[in-house]
């Protein structure tokens, strides 16, 4: 299901599987509330996954995360290099995400 989500075809079933899940349904979930919701089920014994539609998003929930605990945390800056294999037909679609970053 997370594959099929990465790449935007769920079918019906995993949507709704997805709609049980909310945190809260009428309005986007506040930091507090997903950090306190995370940290209950893992206090029931459960291992949580939360899916957070935008990278700014998630840096804000990991941030909480990582304050709740006192790790003191570490920027590293990383460079992206393209060299690995790249299958030629895919080529182009990665050189131009290369490009805009």
């Given at each position: 299901?997370?594959?099929?989500?990465?790449?935007g075809?769920?079918?019906?079933?995993?949507?709704?599987?997805?709609?049980?899940r909310?945190?809260?349904?009428?309005?986007?979930?506040?930091?507090?509330?997903?950090?306190?919701?995370?940290?209950?089920?893992?206090?029931?014994?459960?291992?949580?996954?939360i899916l957070?539609?935008?990278?700014?998003?998630?840096?804000e929930?990991?941030?909480?995360?990582?304050?709740?605990?006192?790790?003191?945390?570490?920027?590293?800056?990383?460079?992206?290099?393209?060299?690995?294999?790249?299958?030629?037909?895919?080529?182009?679609?990665?050189q131009?995400?290369?490009?805009?970053?």
């Open positions: 299901m997370l594959s099929s989500l990465r790449v075809r769920l079918i019906d079933e995993h949507y709704s599987l997805l709609e049980t909310f945190i809260t349904h009428s309005q986007r979930a506040t930091v507090q509330s997903i950090c306190h919701t995370y940290n209950r089920l893992v206090d029931e014994g459960q291992s949580p996954l957070m539609p935008r990278t700014i998003l998630r840096d929930i990991n941030g909480a995360m990582l304050n709740q605990i006192g790790t003191h945390i570490h920027s590293l800056t990383a460079v992206d290099t393209l060299d690995t294999i790249v299958d030629r037909q895919l080529m182009k679609k990665v131009q995400a290369y490009d805009k970053s």
